[in-house]
């Protein structure tokens, strides 16, 4: 399955910490679009989708979430709960994030632009399309 974490290096002092992301140096591709999610309210899950050609790195910069990740034939479940984590999701990896914490902001570095073409939001079309390859 395509996901692993990118451990961010932490810089700082008695002022405080501060993280550094950047595209095709720290992360492997070129951000293109960031966005964020937080108030998330009590037991939601969200996501429920796969991407054909986006790759996306999740970062808890506050609090905590899970994903459940699955490529079709396999599928894991990680915990996010720290801001020099960042969580890699490759192409075609189903993705269910939940558990999210009160506090919790998570923000996603994507590789591309918004298109909704690249989504694939039903299950079992991701089944069938992972089947295919």
Wanted: proline share 2%; hydrophobic share 35%.
């Amino acid at each position: 399955m395509e996901y692993k974490f990118y451990d961010l290096q932490i810089k700082g002092d008695e002022r405080g910490s501060l993280t550094v992301v950047e595209g095709n140096k720290d992360i492997p591709f070129e951000i293109k679009r960031v966005y964020y999610i937080f108030d998330t309210k009590m037991d939601v899950r969200r996501g429920f989708h796969a991407h054909k050609d986006l790759e996306q790195i999740a970062i808890c910069v506050s609090g905590s979430c899970k994903f459940h990740l699955d490529n079709g034939h396999k599928t894991a479940e990680v915990l996010l709960d720290s801001p020099s984590k960042g969580l890699y999701v490759g192409k075609m990896v189903w993705r269910e994030m939940y558990d999210f914490t009160p506090d919790c902001v998570l923000m996603v570095l994507a590789s591309e632009h918004y298109d909704g073409n690249d989504y694939i939001r039903d299950y079992q079309a991701f089944q069938e399309c992972v089947q295919n390859v």
